[in-house]
């Protein structure tokens, strides 16, 4: 006879879930309602509602944190699982964490494997502590992303991206793996500087979508309608006080966002848009000579939007080796000049958590899920790479 658990007004078969689906409730991605729909379905005598589901989780959680809050029920499961981890504590309070940095087995493999090119980026809304969630990814040889560690720091200043630079090395030496020949980034200085102390032999490159879709934006925000300039009056280094107004912030469209992938066109437009496509010629140029010419003829074109040519000499052009093809070809980076897969990944975590409010422990439980799903995928991945 079928036990019942009393859940408000309602019972909820609890042998339905724990005998056809042990795994169901403790699956930490899938929502409560979609729960009950595999439920109802194999077993339609069933009678509960999704609080009965929250209810019964909310049992499930308590019984694994076993009494320790959920930070120190992680660093326990840490712990005793030999995952490595490295995390960093407030010296004016023990239990306060400012800084975590681990990873898994299979990452650990996948790392030892491909550790030529490693990207870095960040994304939020993970926790309910607010702590931006950092990922280090690989490539594989069959174009696949591959995790090698994960970060979470207080914050995103010079001490936090410095703890996270050190973990991550700590990690790569404890475990004998070699360091990259290219780190990439998106265009966050504080965390060049950390990265450049930690791996000071390594070829950094900056990612080329960030670039684009950051010179796209900024020329439509500087963009000035109807300017018109004589060119022997001023130069690139001059005083922006006498420069026009610029537009009211913007923001991009759909179909500006289309520019940043589109191929190079015949005609360019004297646009903001036009401003992207010769700057693509900038970055894509396969020589010194080629790309010179480029930046010059982009200059004279757009001579008439000072404020857009001050914004890519200043900020773009002294860092050119990481980012002109001319210059980073000459490094084994695999044509990898994106740090798109590490953003994958980062949508990847979070289709596997309910919502942003995750404490520690169910994060890293979503990481794990995440992650056995990588090691699944990779044989089939590589079967049909072969066919």
């Known amino acids: 006879m079928p036990t019942h658990i009393k859940?408000?007004?309602s019972d909820i078969h609890s042998n339905a879930i724990d005998s056809e689906n042990p795994d169901l409730l403790k699956a930490v991605g899938i929502r409560a309602r979609d729960v009950r729909a595999v439920v109802q379905e194999q077993h339609?005598?069933?009678v509960f509602t999704r609080k009965?589901?929250?209810?019964a989780r909310s049992l499930i959680n308590r019984d694994k944190l076993d009494g320790y809050?959920?930070?120190?029920?992680?660093i326990k499961l840490f712990d005793e699982r030999e995952i490595p981890y490295l995390v960093k504590w407030a010296d004016d309070n023990p239990n306060r964490l400012l800084g975590l940095v681990w990873t898994f087995p299979y990452c650990l493999q996948m790392w030892k494997r491909f550790p030529e090119v490693i990207s870095f980026d960040n994304t939020y809304n993970t926790n309910r502590f607010k702590l931006p969630l950092f990922q280090a990814t690989g490539q594989t040889c069959l174009g696949s992303v591959f995790n090698a560690a994960f970060g979470l720091i207080n914050n995103e200043r010079r001490e936090g991206f410095q703890f996270l630079s050190?973990?991550?090395r700590q990690l790569a030496e404890q475990h004998s793996i070699r360091q990259p020949d290219i780190i990439i980034t998106d265009f966050d200085d504080s965390m060049k500087a950390a990265l450049n102390d930690q791996f000071p032999g390594v070829q950094q490159q900056l990612c080329i979508h960030h670039i684009n879709s950051n010179v796209l934006l900024r020329s439509k925000q500087k963009w000035v309608k109807d300017c018109s300039h004589d060119s022997s009056s001023s130069s690139l280094d001059s005083s922006d006080e006498e420069a026009p107004a610029p537009q009211t912030q913007a923001e991009l469209s759909r179909k500006d966002r289309q520019f940043i992938h589109a191929p190079a066109a015949e005609v360019i437009p004297h646009s903001y848009q036009g401003v992207l496509m010769m700057w693509k010629l900038v970055v894509f140029a396969e020589t010194e000579e080629a790309h010179e010419k480029a930046w010059v003829n982009l200059c004279r074109e757009f001579d008439d939007q000072r404020a857009i040519l001050r914004y890519l000499y200043g900020t773009y052009m002294p860092v050119r080796a990481q980012w002109a093809r001319c210059f980073i070809r000459k490094y084994r980076n695999f044509g990898i000049r994106v740090t798109s897969g590490t953003e994958a990944s980062n949508n990847n975590v979070k289709s596997y958590l309910l919502n942003g409010m995750s404490h520690l422990y169910r994060l890293v439980e979503a990481m794990q899920d995440m992650i056995r799903d990588q090691e699944r995928d990779l044989p089939?991945?590589?079967q049909r790479t072969r066919y």
């Not at 009965?52 to 209810?55: E, G, P, Q, S, V």
């Open 166 to 168: 050190e973990s991550i």
């Open 7 to 9: 859940a408000g007004r």
């Open 44 to 46: 339609p005598e069933s």
């Open 52 to 55: 009965d589901i929250y209810n």
């Open 69 to 74: 809050t959920p930070t120190a029920a992680l």
């Open 380 to 382: 089939m991945l590589a």
